[in-house]
């Protein structure tokens, strides 16, 4: 027997704690305890839970894939352990192989990448296996990864790490048959985000 997905409809919650702003749009939850894939148990062949974004957000029908990151405080903390390594006596191409294990854009490019692949997966298996009652349209979508900036990056090495890490996970993503997540790929900050998607309309009440 299907779940209506009205069961996931709730108040978008950022799950940033040092992040004051409150939003007051809705989306369907996907991650966490109470959210779909666990819910609905979607797992692959080795019975593993996929990793996914965190929020479908339909808005003027349009499905908004939104994945809330902190990935200026990875950059900062991968940075630091970087810098505090003692690398010097390695060769140069062990502290190249090193540094890039430690690297934060690697790092995040990682995490966003398994989020997006694992949740087309996830809308595949409920599209195949109609999980779902109720599901909005899922084509012609939008993925956002809202970030919460902080002072201590400058606006131009922020600025730097997103264009970068744009580039390299459209052209990761590119390599993937995406059925419902191939498509355009935006990084906004929380205000951003407010300002744009955050309060609801008509057709999220």
Not at 13 to 30: R, W
Not at 118 to 133: H, P
Request: aromatic share 6%; net charge negative; charged share 25%.
């Amino acid at each position: 027997m299907s779940t209506d997905i009205s069961v996931f409809w709730e108040v978008i919650d950022l799950e940033m704690p040092d992040c004051e702003v409150v939003l007051t749009a809705k989306g369907y939850k996907l991650d966490g305890a109470k959210g779909l894939k666990v819910v609905l148990r979607i797992t692959d062949n080795a019975g593993n839970t996929p990793k996914s974004v965190d929020y479908l957000q339909p808005l003027d029908k349009i499905p908004l894939f939104v994945e809330f990151s902190d990935l200026q405080a990875q950059h900062i903390r991968c940075s630091a352990t970087l810098e505090s390594l003692d690398l010097g006596g390695l060769p140069k191409s062990e502290r190249k192989r090193v540094s890039s294990k430690i690297s934060s854009d690697m790092e995040i490019l990682n995490e966003l990448r398994g989020k997006i692949v694992d949740t087309d997966f996830i809308f595949r298996e409920i599209s195949d296996k109609a999980l779902l009652d109720g599901l909005p349209e899922l084509h012609g979508g939008h993925i956002l990864v809202v970030w919460h900036p902080r002072s201590s990056l400058s606006r131009v090495d922020t600025a730097k790490l997103l264009d970068g890490l744009r580039g390299r996970l459209l052209a990761e993503l590119s390599r993937y048959n995406l059925k419902f997540l191939n498509v355009p790929l935006h990084f906004l900050t929380v205000e951003a985000y407010v300002c744009r998607y955050g309060c609801p309309t008509a057709s999220d009440t």
